[in-house]
């Protein structure tokens, strides 16, 4: 099982250059304080500033016993 990806979208909210300043911003070393989504060469991956997505709920009020049945 693979714990991170190889090929993830460089943004400066995952750099470890950078520092979230609210949603929108993020404070870099090199930059300045410039948007999430912007990236630059400078860019180096740090895992555990990236949040997952939230895994979607399951809907088990459309469920039935005949979907638990083989």
Do not use: Q, W
Request: net charge positive.
């Amino acid at each position: 099982m693979k714990l991170f990806r190889k090929n993830i979208d460089p943004r400066c909210a995952y750099c470890e250059k950078g520092k979230t300043i609210n949603e929108r911003e993020v404070a870099c070393v090199k930059r300045g304080i410039v948007p999430v989504e912007y990236h630059c060469r400078a860019f180096h991956y740090d895992p555990l500033k990236r949040v997952p997505p939230r895994p979607e709920s399951l809907e088990t009020d459309r469920l039935t016993d005949k979907d638990f049945s083989i």
